[in-house]
Every structure is written in structure tokens, then in C-alpha cells.
């Protein structure tokens, strides 16, 4: 059975740094292109980055870009998000998600972390 | 503001049909990528309910069913039942946006 846990959501202040890590079993994780998905209070999904098997190919959504670290370790099966310079409008439920290796959409989501910035 | 528009909500009562559609341009679903849709209710992962615009997931019931025509896609819930309340989503990719996720902004269902 496909299975996915965030880890390392809590409270931070802003300005601060934080890694959300996800720990995949059950499937051949190296196999897999893996997502990070968040939800702000009150709003929708967003999508927030995606890295291929073997790290080849990272994308990230341009609001996200030059804050936010994607990065795996397939020998761990573990995927990580770094953020730097945490600011209140990254508070949100942080997912990831594996891509169907047909590209058929998000096929697995953990149940995600919750990440809280304020003073 | 979504790359892929959706209603913000719709209803129906137990029984009835609704239809949540997803509107996208010609870098989307317009240029040939795929749609697929999600449910999500508060507190718990999002489920994959339907991919490649038409197809189920096992485990998926009939009552769902998807369809894409030109730039936008459209899921449709017959049979509505009070467990369906929650929020659906479309996704798709951009190639203005290197090929990247894009989510519609989501809508709520209540089943009255």
C-alpha cells in the first residue's frame, strides 16, 4: 500500500527557515516524479513544486520560486521542501503527492503537515 | 487568481445531477493536456476521483464521470449523495508555465 507522511510543519516566525520532509513506502520511490501541494486557510489547492525520480527535472510555481528548495534522497525514500524567509501568507497544509508515472494527475497524497508562520 | 476557473460552489439535493464545470485556455487544456479531478474533504488527503478527463480510478463509483471538450472540462455527479459534499478541484498543466501544475481554484459541494 502506497503511503505518504509529512513531517516538520509547526509554528515558525516570520523571517525563519523551515524543511518539511516526506517519508514514502510502498511503492519504488526513485520511480516516481513527486509534488508538494499546499492549502492556505480558507483557499485552494496550490501546487507548489515537483521534482522527477532521479532529481533531473525540478519545476517550481513561480510565486515559489527562489524561497522554496524541492530535493529528494531516494536512498531514504524521503522528499523535502526547504523555505526560507517564511513570511504569514506561507501558513498553509502542506501535501505531497506522487505523479501516476503515466502522468495521469496526483495519484497518492499524504495527509499532510501543517505549517504555521507568525510572531 | 487560478490558472483553470471553477465555480465556487454548487448544490443539489440528495438524488440530482450536478455539473462542476473547469475553464481553461489554449496553453491548458486547450493546447492537449490532460484534466484530472480531485476530491478533497476538510481534514483529510485529496483523492484522485478522475484522470485523463474520462477515466475512474477503481474504487471510484460510476456516479462520476468526467469530459473535456476544447478549453475547458467539465465533471459531472449523478446520483448525489450526502457523502459527496466536499471540494472538487481540476487540474491540468501549462506550457506558458513550462509544462507545470495548475489547479482550479476549487468547488464547494452541498448536498441540501
Known amino acids: 500500500e502506497v503511503q505518504l507522511v509529512e513531517l516538520g510543519g509547526g509554528l515558525v516566525k516570520p523571517g525563519g527557515s523551515l524543511r518539511l520532509s516526506c517519508e514514502a513506502t510502498?511503492?519504488?520511490?526513485?520511480?516516481?516524479?513527486m509534488n508538494w501541494v499546499r492549502q492556505a486557510p480558507g483557499k485552494g489547492l496550490e501546487w507548489v513544486s515537483s521534482?522527477?525520480?532521479?532529481?533531473?527535472?525540478?519545476f517550481y510555481a513561480d510565486s515559489m520560486k527562489g524561497r522554496f528548495t524541492i530535493s529528494r534522497d531516494n536512498a531514504k525514500n524521503s522528499l523535502y521542501l526547504e523555505i526560507n524567509s517564511l513570511r504569514a501568507e506561507d501558513t498553509a497544509v502542506y501535501y505531497c503527492?506522487?505523479?501516476?508515472?503515466?502522468?495521469?494527475?496526483?495519484?497518492?497524497w499524504g495527509q499532510g503537515t501543517l505549517l504555521t508562520v507568525s510572531s | 487568481q487560478s490558472v483553470l476557473t471553477q465555480p465556487p460552489s454548487v448544490s443539489g439535493a440528495p438524488g440530482q445531477r450536478v455539473t462542476i464545470s473547469c475553464t481553461g485556455s489554449?496553453?491548458?487544456?486547450?493546447?492537449?493536456?490532460?484534466v484530472h479531478w480531485y476530491q478533497h474533504l476538510p481534514g483529510t488527503a485529496p483523492k484522485r476521483l478522475i484522470y485523463?478527463?474520462?477515466n475512474r480510478p477503481s474504487g471510484v463509483p460510476d456516479r462520476f464521470s468526467g469530459s473535456k471538450s476544447g478549453t475547458s472540462a467539465s465533471l459531472v455527479i449523478t446520483g448525489l449523495q450526502a457523502e459527496d459534499e466536499a471540494d472538487y478541484y481540476c487540474?491540468?498543466?501549462?506550457?506558458?508555465?513550462?509544462?507545470?501544475?495548475?489547479f482550479g481554484g476549487g468547488t464547494k459541494l452541498t448536498v441540501l
Open positions: 489554449r496553453s491548458n487544456i486547450g493546447a492537449g493536456y490532460d
Open positions: 510502498g511503492f519504488t520511490f526513485s520511480g516516481y516524479t
Open positions: 485523463a478527463h474520462s
Open positions: 521534482i522527477s525520480g532521479r532529481s533531473s527535472y525540478i
Open positions: 487540474q491540468s498543466y501549462d506550457r506558458d508555465l513550462s509544462g507545470s501544475v495548475v
Open positions: 503527492a506522487r505523479e501516476d508515472d503515466r502522468g495521469w494527475g496526483l495519484d497518492s
